[in-house]
């Protein structure tokens, strides 16, 4: 992730969770749209087969009324005057006119005008003949009528063989714009337009936003794409996409149109869009504005826990800040606790080190004084070495323990324990007794010091020499009434070793376990050599051996 302000990842955030609501919500509008324009289709091609039914019951009549006409008595009897007059009264009220026409075209009555009047050939040639091959009702083609001298169309049926001396076709005639009083508009969507086509693909009539002209010729392109019975097409008009939905008249040539364009039949749909477009455009806003105060809240308190760190970088104890966040509350009581912490975390390393010092400084002031008494003894190098090496491994074994505790003080059993594990021959034949408490580091060191040369001995002399020799370390507290402190002994006993013969010689190991001993604990030595086995006592107060409460001074050691 690239380094950024917290304000730009929760700008990303708040887009990152904007966007793909507001493209599913574009997804629905999407299904909604397509289901709304499948809607659009089918209620298209129902509007048109209405309009289709009601002229189709229009064009019946008209051919019911035909087929009254010709079984008319006047017209069995030959007398056109009279059918002329009764037919002429009778269809006025409806528009209608009844023509009679030979097979060549030629009129021989027409109830437009007067009975009598000279009478041209019909200017629908054409569908006359093709009633006459037929011999079945057809509707013609709409033309401009010579009479009427209008737009119309004709409804003709052939004239039985046995009244042909009347005529060869009988037809009824209507003005085009008749028609229109049968396309309902009011159910279209607006700007949506209806019409009625005869079979050359002419307009009867229309009615619409868009209505065209009878006579005038519906765009072929389009036509030729309204295959079957009934249904709709798609097809741009201009620069508008447009919906045709088409039904075919049954029984006749004729069909209807109903047409409009798309964007005004879903204008909900697309103010819809637009108002989502809107909405998504103010919602992205609002989403980054809200995103930008939310991070410039946070980046505040973030700063003022920056602040906080760096200063405790300088050392200073640092007080919480308050903020209005409550993890960054938490945090910032954390950084407080962390200053307080390290502070006093810097107080006892210094008070380590200091101490470290001053142990070093003891340690050092042991070893010389070590090295002072071997010396002194005239021994060899390599004896001198192996001398000054023992005590040092068994001085750094009191260290080593110290360390584990962190200079806190060890057990006397632990001491005693580390001590004897370093004769791992002998030190399962070291009996430990007494009671347990924790020895302050001084008396580590110190008694340490003691028991390794007091095992020392009996591993080169004594009872720990000899396969049967048992050694018995115990203490305990002694009553003394006088004594202000408790006084405690520590017994070191062998048993079951070799002969004891008492030295005529004091060496090294024999001022660590009497001067050394009676100086760094405040007390008393007493070493019996008993012919069984060596008997050394120390006798000191307890405080000199137990750690007590709060910070201890180690006293200098001097052998």
């Known amino acids: 992730m690239p380094t950024a302000p917290i304000g730009v990842y929760l700008i990303a955030l708040a887009v990152g969770i904007a966007l793909p609501l507001l493209f599913f919500v574009g997804f629905l509008m999407l299904q909604l749209e397509a289901h709304e324009r499948d809607i659009l289709s089918a209620d298209t091609a129902e509007d048109a087969q209405l309009i289709a039914r009601s002229v189709d019951r229009e064009l019946q009549d008209m051919a019911t009324t035909l087929r009254l006409l010709v079984t008319s008595p006047e017209l069995e009897a030959g007398d056109l005057r009279s059918f002329h007059n009764r037919t002429q009264t009778s269809l006025r009220s409806n528009s209608l006119f009844v023509i009679l026409a030979n097979s060549d075209g030629q009129l021989r009555l027409n109830t437009r005008v007067p009975f009598g009047t000279t009478l041209g050939k019909t200017s629908n040639l054409k569908s006359l003949q093709s009633v006459i091959r ?142 989502l477009v809107l909405g998504g455009a103010l919602f992205l806003a609002l989403s980054a504005l809200i995103a930008w105060l939310v991070a410039r809240q946070l980046r505040i308190p973030i700063q003022q ?40 975390a810097e107080d006892r390393i210094h008070l380590i080190l200091h101490e470290l010092v001053h142990r070093t400084k003891n340690i050092l002031t042991l070893v010389q004084a070590m090295m002072r008494q071997l010396a002194r003894k005239g021994t060899t190098m390599e ?11 068994g001085l ?119 001067r050394h001993a009676a100086a760094s604990f405040a007390g008393q030595v007493e070493i019996d050599f008993r012919p069984g086995g060596l008997y050394w006592t120390l006798t000191a107060p307890l405080s000199a051996f137990e750690r007590g409460e709060g910070t201890e001074t180690p006293a200098d050691v001097s052998v």
């Open 383 to 393: 004896e001198f070495q192996k001398a000054i090496g023992t005590r040092l491994q």
């Open 134 to 275: 037929s011999q079945v009702t057809e509707v013609s083609d709409v033309f401009q009528g010579a009479t009427s001298g209008t737009w119309v169309f004709n409804v003709a049926a052939p004239l039985p063989k046995d009244i042909s001396y009347s005529g060869a076709v009988m037809i009824i005639t209507q003005n085009a714009d008749d028609l229109q009083k049968l396309i309902s508009t009011e159910g279209l969507p607006a700007g949506w337009s209806a019409a009625v086509l005869d079979g050359s693909g002419r307009v009867v009539t229309s009615a619409g936003a868009h209505g065209l002209a009878p006579g005038s010729a519906f765009p072929s392109g389009t036509l030729k794409l309204m295959n079957g019975f009934k249904g709709t097409i798609e097809d741009v008009a201009g620069q508008e996409r447009q919906m045709y939905g088409y039904a075919q008249i049954t029984g006749w040539t004729w069909k209807t149109v109903v047409w409009g364009p798309i964007d005004s039949a879903q204008a909900n749909i697309l103010a819809t869009w637009r108002q």
């Open 396 to 514: 750094a074994k009191s260290i080593e323990a110290l360390a584990r505790e962190q200079w806190a003080g060890v057990p006397i059993r632990r001491v005693v324990e580390v001590h004897m594990s370093t004769f791992a021959e002998a030190a399962d034949r070291v009996e430990v007794q007494g009671e347990d408490f924790v020895m302050k580091a001084e008396a580590v060191q110190n008694l340490g010091l003691v028991l390794h040369e007091l095992a020392t001995n009996s591993v080169k002399y004594g009872a720990l020499s000899a396969p049967g020799g048992v050694v018995r370390i115990c203490w305990a507290p002694i009553s003394e009434p006088a004594a202000e402190d408790v006084i405690l002994r520590l017994v070191w006993e062998e048993s079951g070793g070799p002969r004891v013969i008492q030295p005529t010689d004091t060496g090294f190991g024999t001022t660590i376990i009497r």
């Open 305 to 344: 826990i920056a602040q906080m760190a760096a200063r405790i970088g300088e050392g200073e104890i640092v007080s919480p800040v308050q903020t209005g966040i409550t993890e960054a509350n938490q945090v910032a009581i954390a950084l407080s606790n962390a200053s307080f912490d390290r502070s006093q």
